[in-house]
T-cell receptor, first 111, second 116 residues
C-alpha cells in the first residue's frame, strides 16, 4: 500500500464548477496535511494546510480532513482555466517525520 | 523575503563533470531539503538538513553530496552522474525542522538537470 494515494486523473471539470480532489494516507500517526499546486515545468506551490478534523476554507479553496478515515480532500469552487494543474497531496508526521507526496491529480478546467 | 532561490535554473552536464546546485533562503527557516522530481512523478525526498546538520539521507548514491555551509545556504554537489539522474531538483525550506507546522515547506523554482 502506498503511503499517500491520489487518483492520477485527469479530472476534467467545466469552468465555474466545483472540482473535488481526494487523497488517502496509510500512516495513522500523520499530523499535518498539505495541498500543493504544480503547473507543468514549475515547482510545487503550497495552497492549503490542515491539521484538525473538519473543514478549512481559504477563498475558493476548502480542505477537508477525516483522520478516522485517513482521508483528505480539496474542493475548488468556481473553477477557472488557470486552476488547471497537478494537485499534490502531501502528508507529514507519523513514523517517518518526512513530508511524503502523493502521485498527484491532474486537473483540467474546460472553458 | 519569502522565497527560496535556486541556481542555476538549467544545467547540462556530462557524466564525467563535477557541478554544484545552489539554494538560498532568507526566511530564517531552520530546515532545508533536497527533492528530486522525474517527469509525471511526485517529488522524492533526498536529504534533510536540520539546524545545518544532515538529519536524513534517503539512501542517495554518493555521486550526490549535500552541503549546508550556513543556515541560509544549501548546496548539492554532483559528480559522475548517470543519464537517469536527469530530473528537476527542488530545494525547499521550512520554519519547523520537524516540518509539522502549518507553514509547510516552501519550494524553490528548481534546477532542471540534464546528464548527457
Amino acid at each position: 500500500q502506498k503511503e499517500v494515494e491520489q487518483n492520477s486523473g485527469p479530472l476534467s471539470v467545466p469552468e465555474g464548477a466545483i472540482a473535488s480532489l481526494n487523497c488517502t494516507y496509510s500512516d495513522r500517526g500523520s499530523q499535518s496535511f498539505f495541498w500543493y499546486r504544480q503547473y507543468s515545468g514549475k515547482s510545487p506551490e503550497l495552497i492549503m494546510s490542515i491539521y484538525s478534523n473538519g473543514d478549512k476554507e481559504d477563498g475558493r479553496f476548502t480542505a477537508q480532513l477525516n483522520k478516522a478515515s485517513q482521508y483528505v480532500s480539496l474542493l475548488i469552487r468556481d473553477s477557472q482555466p488557470s486552476d488547471s494543474a497537478t494537485y499534490l497531496c502531501a502528508v507529514y508526521g507519523g513514523a517517518t517525520n518526512k513530508l511524503i507526496f502523493g502521485t498527484g491529480t491532474l486537473l483540467a478546467v474546460q472553458p | 523575503d519569502t522565497e527560496v532561490t535556486q541556481t542555476p535554473k538549467h544545467l547540462v552536464m556530462g557524466m564525467t563533470n563535477k557541478k554544484s546546485l545552489k539554494c538560498e533562503q532568507h526566511m530564517g527557516h531552520r530546515a532545508m531539503y533536497w527533492y528530486k522530481q522525474k517527469a509525471k512523478k511526485p517529488p522524492e525526498l533526498m536529504f534533510v538538513y536540520s539546524y545545518e546538520k544532515l538529519s536524513i539521507n534517503e539512501s542517495v548514491p554518493s555521486r550526490f553530496s549535500p552541503e549546508c555551509p550556513n543556515s541560509s545556504l544549501l548546496n548539492l554537489h554532483l559528480h559522475a552522474l548517470q543519464p537517469e539522474d536527469s530530473a528537476l531538483y527542488l530545494c525547499a525550506s521550512s520554519q519547523d525542522p520537524l516540518g509539522g507546522s502549518s507553514y509547510g515547506y516552501t519550494f524553490g523554482s528548481g534546477t532542471r538537470l540534464t546528464v548527457v
